[in-house]
């Protein structure tokens, strides 16, 4: 049987990826990423789930306009949205597989990756491919999130709506994206690639939406969550869509909501 996949965005998906969870998941981290980038001895950037190019706008900023940034994912469709988006003679987009890059050897002085190493069928070989284009003393900078349970948006939509509709089968495909929040796993991932210096540190960041409706739309109503329930039981769609509404209300508020997200940024030098 093949394997399902809740977080797959192609389409009208990648669009609804881009307007509705990037400012409320991607901004605030990719501002932070990019204020963490020392960029004055950096000749060539690469970024690995560069996506619709959230992050990559503010890693464009961070960086001197001498420095060659080159953006890539799988994802044509999302790529396709960073192209249009951002329109940057300075940037190169590029279709990649990050376990089968095709960039050689020694190549960059800095790989980033922000939310992307989840997705990877082998994570082994993504690392050990980012390892092998960096260049002698080049680093990786890696963010992923934290466990859903110490996230309460994360928490009160995904572990405590979602997951008890599908209490009868492998629910393991709703917590990929949230799948390396072990600091031991994470840093010996990038040890087992021939990193040195590890460090693994959380960061909590702000992040906050104009309405209730705003997340219910980003995380349920136009996600590929909601296509999962409505897969499941279209009955059930509309009536969880409204109890997820109440529940986000009750604990952040009808408007201008705010809400703490957590993420573990691991960094390490080859």
């Not at 990423?33 to 190019?53: F, Y």
């Not at 070989?125 to 999130?145: A, D, H, N, Q």
């Not at 859903?148 to 089968?169: G, H, R, V």
Request: proline share 4%; aromatic share 10%; hydrophobic share 40%.
């Amino acid at each position: 049987m093949e394997k399902r996949e809740a977080f797959k965005f192609t389409g009208q998906d990648a669009a609804n990826y881009d307007d509705l969870l990037g400012p409320i998941l991607f901004e605030p981290y990719g501002r932070y990423l990019a204020s963490r980038i020392e960029g004055a001895n950096l000749k060539s950037v690469l970024e690995i789930a560069a996506g619709t190019g959230r992050v990559t706008r503010h890693i464009r900023k961070a960086l001197p306009s001498s420095v060659k940034l080159t953006a890539t994912d799988i994802s044509n469709d999302m790529l396709s949205i960073a192209r249009g988006a951002l329109k940057d003679e300075e940037i190169s987009f590029q279709i990649e597989d990050a376990q089968n890059l095709s960039f050689e050897d020694n190549s960059f002085d800095l790989v980033i990756c922000q939310f992307g190493m989840m997705f990877l069928p082998d994570r082994n070989k993504g690392f050990s491919e980012i390892y092998r284009v960096l260049r002698p003393g080049g680093k990786l900078m890696c963010f992923t999130w934290d466990d859903t349970l110490n996230m309460p948006l994360f928490k009160a939509i995904i572990n405590e709506q979602i997951i008890p509709i599908f209490s009868d089968e492998d629910t393991s495909r709703f917590f990929v994206p949230f799948s390396m929040h072990d600091p031991t796993a994470l840093k010996n991932h990038f040890v087992e690639a021939g990193f040195k210096s590890v460090g693994v540190e959380w960061v909590k960041l702000n992040s906050s939406a104009p309405k209730a409706e705003n997340v219910v739309n980003a995380l349920f109503r136009k996600h590929m969550l909601g296509k999962e329930v409505a897969t499941r039981d279209p009955a059930l769609f509309e009536p969880l869509a409204s109890k997820i509404e109440n529940e986000i209300i009750i604990n952040f508020g009808d408007s201008e909501l705010e809400f703490e997200l957590s993420a573990l940024l691991t960094v390490g030098v080859k």
